[in-house]
C-alpha cells in the first residue's frame, strides 16, 4: 500500500494525541515530584484509579463533559488543549518538513518546550532534565547534519545561551537584589543554543525578548491593578500611550524625550517592586524562549 500524505498526516495527528496525554501525565508528576511510569493514572481530587476509557485523549474529556466520573470535580482544560496543541504542532512538524529524521527532531524538541511552557506556567517550575536532554539531541543533529564542525558550533552555542542569560539574570542582583530571571531559564537558553548554533543564538534571544514583551505588558497590566500597584500600572499606561503617540502621531525630540523619561522611571519602579518581592517579579521567560524557539525551529 501507497503511503499517501492524508495517511500518514492521520497516524502523526493520532501520534500526535497521545504524546499530548502522555505530556500531561509528565507535567502532572513532575509537578508533584512521582514517576512517570510507575502509579496507574488516577483522579488528583479522588485518587480513584481511572478505567481505561477515561484515558481517551479529547474524547474522554467530552465523553466525561469536563468531570471525575467518580467525584465529579472539574478536570482541567489544560488536559485537552496540551493534546489538541501537541497534535496541531506535529501535524504542522509534518507540513512543513515532510517524511525526514529532522521531522522527528523537530517534534521532539517541540515536545520539550510544551511541557517546560506548561509547568513554568502552572507552577514557575521546570524540570532541567528536560533542557539537559533538549541540549544533548541538539547536539547529536548538530552532528548528523554537518559532523565535527556542527558539534563544535553547537557546543559554542550551549555556551553562549547560558553565559548570556546568567549576566542578565545576575544583573539582577545589582539592580533590584535578587536573581533577575530562574536558573532554568539558563539551561533552556543551553538547550537552544545547542540548536541554534553559535551563530543563531542571539537572534533567538531577540526574539525571546520581543516574545516577551508581548506576554508581559498584558500581564503586568493584569498583576499590577489585581496587586494595587498602582504607580507601576499607570506608568505602564503612560508608557505605551507614549509609544503609540511617538510612533503614529510625532516624532520630534521632545516626545522621543518623554517617552525616554517614562521608560526610566517605569523600569525603576519595577526594580522597586522586584525588591519588595511582590508577585511582578515573575516574568514569564520560558514560555518567551519557548516561542523563540518556535519560531526559529520551524524556519530552520
Ligand atoms: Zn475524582
Redesign the pocket.
Known amino acids: 500500500m501507497e503511503l499517501t500524505f492524508g495517511y500518514i498526516m492521520f497516524w502523526v495527528c493520532i501520534i500526535g494525541l497521545c504524546c499530548g496525554s502522555f505530556y500531561n501525565v509528565v507535567i502532572l508528576r513532575s509537578l508533584n515530584d512521582e514517576s512517570i511510569v510507575f502509579p496507574p493514572s488516577?483522579?488528583?481530587?479522588?485518587?480513584?484509579k481511572l478505567y481505561w476509557w477515561h484515558n481517551i485523549p479529547v474524547i474522554s474529556y467530552i465523553l466525561l463533559r469536563g468531570k471525575?466520573?467518580?467525584?465529579?470535580?472539574k478536570i482541567s482544560i489544560q488536559y485537552p488543549f496540551i493534546e489538541l496543541l501537541t497534535m496541531a504542532m506535529f501535524a504542522l512538524t509534518y507540513i512543513k518538513f515532510g517524511f525526514e529524521i529532522k521531522t522527528l527532531f523537530v517534534m521532539f524538541w517541540i515536545s520539550c518546550l510544551i511541557i517546560m511552557t506548561t509547568t513554568d506556567f502552572k507552577a514557575k517550575l521546570v524540570d532541567c532534565n528536560i533542557a539537559i536532554i533538549m541540549a544533548i539531541s541538539g547536539i547529536v543533529y548538530a552532528f548528523i547534519n554537518n559532523g565535527l564542525q556542527g558539534l563544535w558550533y553547537s557546543f559554542l552555542g550551549i555556551l553562549a545561551g547560558v553565559i548570556i542569560i546568567e549576566a542578565v539574570a545576575r544583573l539582577g542582583y545589582i539592580f533590584a537584589g535578587t536573581r533577575a530571571m530562574g536558573e532554568a531559564d539558563s539551561y533552556v537558553a543551553g538547550a537552544l543554543g545547542a540548536i541554534a548554533g553559535i551563530f543563531n543564538i542571539i537572534p533567538v534571544l531577540l526574539y525571546a525578548l520581543f516574545a516577551a514583551m508581548i506576554f508581559i505588558i498584558p500581564m503586568y497590566l493584569y498583576k499590577s491593578y489585581k496587586n494595587n500597584e498602582k504607580k507601576v500600572c499607570i506608568l505602564m499606561i503612560l508608557f505605551l500611550l507614549s509609544v503609540a503617540f511617538f510612533k503614529s502621531v510625532n516624532q520630534s525630540l521632545v516626545s522621543l524625550a518623554v517617552l525616554m523619561i517614562l521608560g526610566i522611571l517605569l523600569a525603576f519602579s519595577v526594580i522597586k517592586s522586584m525588591k519588595r518581592e511582590s508577585e511582578l517579579t515573575y516574568l514569564p521567560y520560558v514560555p518567551a524562549l519557548s516561542c523563540a524557539a518556535l519560531y526559529f525551529i520551524m524556519s530552520m
Request: glycine share 0%; charged share 25%; hydrophobic share 10%.
Open positions: 488516577k483522579c488528583p481530587k479522588c485518587n480513584h471525575c466520573y467518580f467525584c465529579h470535580e
